[in-house]
């Protein structure tokens, strides 16, 4: 079975900072994808960034980057410029390609933005 | 459109009431979902359904029956819940369940009291 981990509970940046987030997986499967959802107080989960394994291109979303690392088993989110919005708990998630779409997610980090 | 909308958005009920919580979603998403978030923990998955019919049962209690009436809507029916059943319980959907980086869309989610 396939496990997601998330080794900082909790991360600070100052406004405008960037800040790296990380997370590590285990898997056995060569084809996979890989997400990073932020879930501020509001509580809805919202999609910030995915990555295909098969592609070498790290993913980029305007100020969201991924540092992906297929050896490693790695895939770390990078947040340039970060905003008082940004504040919120983030949350790594593995979805294998068969079957239906079961997500594994972290255990999330939950990151605060100092102004 | 990406909205994925829940009602309600917070229910109190006691052991021995009888309850649904709603999900919609026009988006022509095929695939559609049930998790239960405690606090600070990440999203459970408890049902999935796929193309109307339910394809994946985490071993969820008989007391959470789903229901998925057509292709756009998500029915969670809660009968004789315990207190620890108190969770936030979030509604997602996506555009399929076959091969292929679906992300998946949330809703809001509904706070869900048992007392």
């Known amino acids: 079975a396939q496990t997601v981990t998330q080794s900082q509970p909790e991360m600070s940046v100052q406004e405008a900072e960037t800040v790296t987030l990380s997370c590590t997986y285990d898997?056995?499967?060569?084809?996979?994808?890989l997400f990073w959802y932020k879930q501020p107080p509001s509580r809805q989960m919202i999609l910030v960034i995915r990555q295909e394994a098969y592609k070498q291109q790290n993913a980029t979303e305007n100020r969201f980057s991924v540092n992906f690392q297929k050896a490693a088993k790695s895939f770390s989110l990078k947040i340039s410029d970060s905003q008082l919005g940004d504040a919120a708990m983030y949350f790594c998630a593995y979805r294998s390609p068969q079957g239906a779409q079961k997500l594994v997610f972290g255990q999330g980090t939950r990151l605060t933005i100092n102004p | 459109d990406t909205e994925v909308t829940q009602t309600p958005k917070h229910l109190v009920m006691g052991m021995t009431n009888k309850k649904s919580l709603k999900c919609e979603q026009h988006?022509?998403?095929?695939?559609m979902y049930w998790y239960k978030q405690k606090a600070k923990k990440p999203p459970e998955l408890m049902f999935v359904?796929?193309?109307?019919?339910?394809?994946i049962n985490e071993s969820v209690p008989s007391r959470f029956s789903p229901e998925c009436p057509n292709s756009s809507l998500l029915n969670l029916h809660l009968h004789a819940l315990q207190p620890e059943d108190s969770a936030l319980y979030l509604c997602?959907?996506?555009?399929?369940?076959?091969?292929?980086?679906?992300?998946?869309?949330f809703g809001p989610g509904t706070r869900l009291t048992v007392t």
């Open positions: 359904y796929s193309y109307e019919k339910l394809s």
């Open positions: 898997t056995s499967e060569s084809d996979y994808y």
């Open positions: 997602a959907s996506s555009p399929s369940s076959g091969r292929g980086a679906y992300e998946q869309y």
């Open positions: 988006m022509g998403h095929r695939a």
